[in-house]
């Protein structure tokens, strides 16, 4: 019995192409049409402005997801960690990416998780912490005037004036979705800059 090595490489193939076509379709087409939760929300989701997107857009641009992740991850550890004033902070949920243009999950934590810093910090704190990273650490106490290196993040002062306030205006947003900074009686605390 002769084999016809090139019908064979060809029906393989074909073969090969309806497989994984029909696995990318199952996978990425169908389930947003069978789940509106994946591309929608119930919930009241932040509308970007344009100084926020431009801040996303610089965001991008200059890599910042290669440092730092968008996502509380179900930890307890995380919670704590990137809390504020002994507050946990909620795992993130899908909902709260609806609006996204640009999805920066990311993998790598070479810098604090950026999912809930809105609101955590001032306009002001970012805009030093931009300009020169390096020290925004503890000073020494027996060195006056002097900061330990405690971020590795290296500086953005080459960037405008105008760019860091529009990356800032982004930061900002970072959490707003799920309002769960309380005060001590449980009270939401609204305190977001605006």
Known sequence: MKIDVEK?????????FVFFAVGAVSTTIVPPMVDKSLWSSEQPVHEYTEQEMRGM?????????YCHTQQIRHLDSDQRRYGWRLVKAPPSESWEYVNDRYHFIGTKRTGPDLGRVGGKYSSEWHYAHFKDPRNMGEKFPDRKGIYEKASIMPSFAYLSDEDIRDLTAYLQTLGRNKNWRVDENGKPLNDYEK
């Open 57 to 65: 857009e610089i965001y991008r641009r200059e890599g910042c997801v």
């Open 8 to 16: 064979s490489l060809l029906w393989s193939a074909a073969g090969a």
